[in-house]
T-cell receptor, first 110, second 114 residues
Framework: GQNIDQPTEMTATEGAIVQINCTYQTSGFNGLFWYQQHAGEAPTFLSYNVLDGLEEKGRFSSFLSRSKGYSYLLLKELQMKDSASYLCAVAGGSQGNLIFGKGTKLSVKP | GAVVSQHPSRVICKSGTSVKIECRSLDFQATTMFWYRQFPKQSLMLMATSNEGSKATYEQGVEKDKFLINHASLTLSTLTVTSAHPEDSSFYIC??????????FGSGTQLSVL
């Protein structure tokens, strides 16, 4: 079956660093995506990993280990506007669709 | 960058009526469009996959006669929720796959059925 796990909620302080973990078990794998989603809005693309290792993009970095079925999203220098849900999604569907985790709601506090 | 336009962004309707949601790729051709549904505090769940010129493929548990999908051109797919009921109230999002395999999301439609 398809299963993507990530923590439900996390809280962090402005200016700090936070790591959001994601583990997955899917029948297929064509890459792993991280999206940011504010309530009532569509997801916004953050990162894409298809090979093992760390991808850095400004304050956001994403890591993938295919052998472990594991990824994390690292957010540095947290800002209040980073408060949102972060969705881990695997491109593993039979139609090339994304399979989403339930999302991690991140609250950034002053 | 590529843009997917989804309309309407918000709709309120009476129980028993039908609602049509449009998903349009503005500057690229989308051979495949995906329709997702998201209930509050839950994940995005794939409802159906729409390929231009052919019948949509529905996920298990999604009624094809209730959620009508039409993908008549390479830039437009529509989802019609027929005889809507309060339990159909949800956030509906489309995504379009470009010829170079990239995915782009629409802005979503919040459907409230009274």
């Amino acid at each position: 079956g398809q299963n993507i796990d990530q923590p439900t909620e996390m809280t962090a302080t402005e200016g700090a660093i936070v790591q959001i973990n994601c583990t997955y078990q899917t029948s297929g794998f064509n890459g792993l995506f991280w999206y940011q989603q504010h309530a009532g809005e569509a997801p916004t693309f953050l990162s894409y990993n298809v090979l093992d290792g760390l991808e850095e993009k400004g304050r956001f970095s994403s890591f993938l280990s295919r052998s472990k079925g594991y990824s994390y999203l690292l957010l540095k220098e947290l800002q209040m506007k980073d408060s949102a849900s972060y969705l881990c999604a695997v491109a593993g569907g039979s139609q090339g669709n994304l399979i989403f985790g339930k999302g991690t709601k991140l609250s950034v506090k002053p | 960058g590529a843009v997917v336009s989804q309309h309407p962004s918000r709709v309120i309707c009476k129980s028993g009526t039908s609602v049509k949601i449009e998903c349009r790729s503005l500057d690229f051709q989308a051979t495949t469009m995906f329709w997702y549904r998201q209930f509050p505090k839950q994940s995005l769940m794939l409802m159906a996959t729409s390929n231009e010129g052919s019948k949509a493929t529905y996920e298990q548990g999604v009624e094809k006669d209730k959620f009508l999908i039409n993908h008549a051109s390479l830039t437009l797919s529509t989802l019609t929720v027929t005889s809507a009921h309060p339990e159909d109230s949800s956030f509906y999002i489309c995504s379009a796959r470009s010829l170079n395999e990239k995915l782009f999301f629409g802005s979503g439609t919040q459907l409230s059925v009274l």
